[in-house]
């Protein structure tokens, strides 16, 4: 049925367009957050993340992730957060409502003074738990937000991508200046992301490192971020990594930062 | 006797001579293409050195950066208005922009973390993610300003009317370059605001660059006033021209061998031209002395080997003077100055070895009729400054008594003069004092924290100890210990985000701005801070494995003795106050501080064994220490009395001054062993003359070479006051000084010693 879908698009596209190329590159970038951010309807996995800097001097962070979507792909997300490592932060739970049109909503429970607070920052730019992640990095960015064109179809690693480059339309609001995308023309997975500053020299490059599928769903297992002006990177890897659990939408709840359910700890 | 034949055979075959002169300069020319050049001060310590090694580490282990330059807007007006602050936001954003500056850590409203309390919800975010609009926004922008310590003087002045933009530099980024950039970016914008740029990349590139330019305009105004001083002493361009030329051979020679060894020409080096052309002036006794002789013997070839008969002794140990003052350099710890001192050494060398060929040599060319003319004005007996000499001459020989007690008290009060001599280096100090640069640092430093950088690192064993609430405090103690002195303008660590971070998380309660009593709360607060903030926020204070911590001390001066009162009240309070962390100094402050202590004591290390270098020269040539000890009295004087107006007038002993004091040396005893070299021979030539006669003799004849040398001398470095920066002008004044001082000293307190100490000198030594 996709696979009908994408090739009917292609063809209509091919009939279509003007950009002379395979399918709409906003399509493109429509598919490619489906299959990187939205597979399931939901998502458990345990997360293990290090922020290495240029010496290899690591910190660690160590997360039971879930999530769950509410609509379409492209539409509301919740996640949930459960902080293992480092040893001062165990028990830190951390909830996120993510609206791909505005700044998420954030809860953090502080278990030393027994708070849970809610946290505003702002997604384009605010690092994910210290990582060279923004929130925008881990969570997406709205299609819209970009102008995409389609730059070339070409071999990555052997793999058959769209090499597709995004310009922010609203550019005082990020803090680069565009981005190129070598996406699968397969899975839609973005196999490498560029990420250039406003003076247009590479800033940050991300890569899917290792990608399998669990039930079905093509999972990128290790991912890196490496920031390549300041020599730091962070390497993600996923593992227990669950889809369709079923979760409910309690879970999802400021409640639970503080009494944690037993579907987490789990 | 070798040196004499080369003398016979340059007069013998003198197109030979200086058609080879010519060859070998021309070889060393060829090697001026392959120049590199070094402008950067802080080569002046190898990269390899202790400081610079343990500045990289702390700059590793904390993300930091080398160089930082400041930008300082002031509004009269107050800056938070739409309009500026709209300014700031596009000048920041233009900073952005540039080429080497570190874009992700630039600190300014629209880059800076923020951490604010807004109806109940923890806000982490840059400050100013939007110009504000309208008076609600500059309100809250207002109170979010003034409300933490994190921005008061750093970001904002008390007194709203300034903030800056902290840009740091990538390592190997030119801090000129991009100053010269951001001015640019500033000029564009009009309105009520002044712009100030400042930081130690702005004060020491360009200084750097100031100085190679100041070096090719003023080498060759200093050469320009040489030739015309020469030409008015002996009206004879030719000669002239050689004396000129002989400079000149001998710079292209040394830098020559400088560059074609691979050496890179370093601000040090850049000086060595102006000193060799200094050094080359010796050669005017030779000149002096010839004009004497050609009108005695009326014939060219036999007066000019008679000449360097007579001067050549003289000739030969200054300069054996001047290069052993030079030469203890070598013995240095610091590169450049090993080399800039190899450099004179062997253009010192050059010249003597050009005085004895191409010089003589270049005689043979002057019509014999021109000489006849000049030398007709050189008669002892009749030329005015002949005359006047022997006069100052006489006062000496004459009232020896009163001269040198005279002379002893002069002593006496330049010592205490001495005694308040205080050591200190100050960069900024460098350019004078309505100049950009200075004027900028004096304007920031006014309402901000303060343009100068230290650090105090605290090193732990532990994991983790940083996160103590225990050290915490003791951070937090140290911070306000230090922050007592009138030279700190601020400090931070991660205690204040710490403690912002506790006050924040509970409804910006003021009760709650302190540090939280559990160590999971302050891990906690940390690890919140770090989900939010810029990785640089955390980095710059804490290492990845919290054993290490990382105080920021904003310092209001560039003086090398304000990180030394820094380094003294954290010993202090350590010693108070012990705890299982050590403490160490870092940053840009802390460097110079070592670099000028250094560079300061390598040169008063210098200045002894130059001392001594040049007694023992002064023994070997007179072969006689007592003669050795008169000798060196001028000279003792002139460094002494010099010293003590220096403490006088209250100029520190900085390094550019400490630089000079080593190389004055073998320059300022030229003359005294001229004097008595001269004085000697005249005493051996005509045994029946009385001692008195001899001396005013020596005052006239050779007197008149070491009084036109001394002009010569001082006339060329008098351009040097003119400089734009302050080194430049003492290095001006102290050489016209020395060499006025050192020449009368000479002429007048040497006969008075001699003429007293006669009986003891004359007995044991010279007969």
Known sequence: MRTLFVAASIAMSLFLSSTSFGMGAEDVVKKSQAAFLYPGKDFKARVMMKLINKDGQERIRELTMLRKNFGEPGGDQKYFMYFHQPADVRDMTFLVWKYPRKDSDRWLFIPAIKLVKRIAANDKRSSFVGSDFSYEDVSGRAVEEDNHSLLREEKYEGKDVYVVKSVPKASESVDFGYKLSWIDKGSFIPWKEEYYDKRGSLSKVFTANEVKPVQGFITVMRRTMKNVQSGHRTEVVYSDVKYNQGLSDSLFTERSLKNLPREISR | MKKFSLVEFSVDHPKLVVFLTIFVTVLFMTQFTKIKTDTNPKN??????????????????????????????????????????????????????????????????????????????????????????????????????????????????????????????????????????????????????????????????????????????????????????????????????????????????????????????????????????????????????????????????????????????????????????????????????????????FGTLSLRLLSFSFIPAMFTFVKDEKISRIAEAEDVGLNGTSRFLRKLAGFGTHHPKSTVLVGFALLLIALIGISRITVNNNMVEWFKKGSEVRVADREINKSLGGTSLGYVVGISKEDDFVKNPETMRYLEGLQRHLEKLPVVGKTFSVADYVKRINRVLHDDDPRYDVIPDSKDAVGQYLFLFSMSAKPSDLDNVVDSSFKKANIWVQLKTWDAKAMETVIRAVDDYKKAHPIAMELKPAGIAYFNMIWNHEVLWDMVKGFILALIAVLLILALDFRSIKWAVIGYMPLLFTIVLIYGVIGFVGKDFDMPISVLSCLSLGMAVDFAIHFVSRFRQRMAATPDEDVSEALLWTAARPGKGIMRNAILFAASFAVMLFAPLTPYITVGAFIVTMMLLSSLMTIIYLPALITLTQRWLIKGGTK
């Open chain 2, 44 to 345: 002046m310590l190898p990269a390899t050195s202790d400081v610079r090694v343990w500045n990289d580490e702390v700059d590793k282990t904390f993300g930091l950066y080398e160089d930082t330059i400041v930008l300082g807007v002031v509004n009269d007006k107050g800056i938070l208005n739409p309009g500026t602050l709209e300014k700031i936001r596009r000048i920041t954003d233009d900073i952005l922009a540039i080429k080497g500056v570190a874009a992700r850590d630039v600190s300014s409203f629209p880059t800076i973390t923020n951490v604010t309390a807004d109806a109940g919800t923890l806000r982490v975010a840059p400050l100013m993610t939007q110009t504000p609009k309208n008076e609600a926004e500059i309100t809250a922008l207002r109170k979010q300003l003034f409300e933490s310590p994190l921005f008061i003087n750093r970001i904002i002045s008390p007194d709203g009317k300034t903030t800056a933009i902290y840009a740091p530099l990538e390592k190997g980024a030119n801090g000129k370059e991009i100053a010269d950039k951001i001015r640019e970016i500033a000029k564009r914008e009009k309105g009520d605001e002044k712009y100030y740029i400042a930081g130690d990349p702005v004060a020491r590139d360009t200084f750097g660059a100031e100085m190679f330019k100041l070096m090719a305009i003023f080498a060759p105004i200093a050469g320009c006033v040489m030739l015309l001083v020469r030409y008015l002493m002996f009206r004879d361009l030719f000669l002239s021209v050689t004396l000129m030329m002989d400079a000149m051979i001998s710079i292209v020679w040394s830098m020559g061998l400088l560059i074609g060894l691979g050496f890179p020409v370093h601000i040090m080096t850049s000086m060595a031209p102006v000193f060799l052309m200094a050094i080359a002036t010796d050669s005017i006794h030779i000149f002096n002395e010839f004009y004497f002789r050609y009108r005695e013997k009326k014939d060219k070839r036999t007066a000019i080997i008679e000449t360097m008969q007579a001067v050549g002794r003289p000739v030969r140990y200054t300069a054996l003077a001047t290069a052993a003052g030079f030469a203890v350099l070598l013995f240095m710890n610091i590169i450049p100055v090993k080399v800039f001192g190899g450099v004179v050494v």
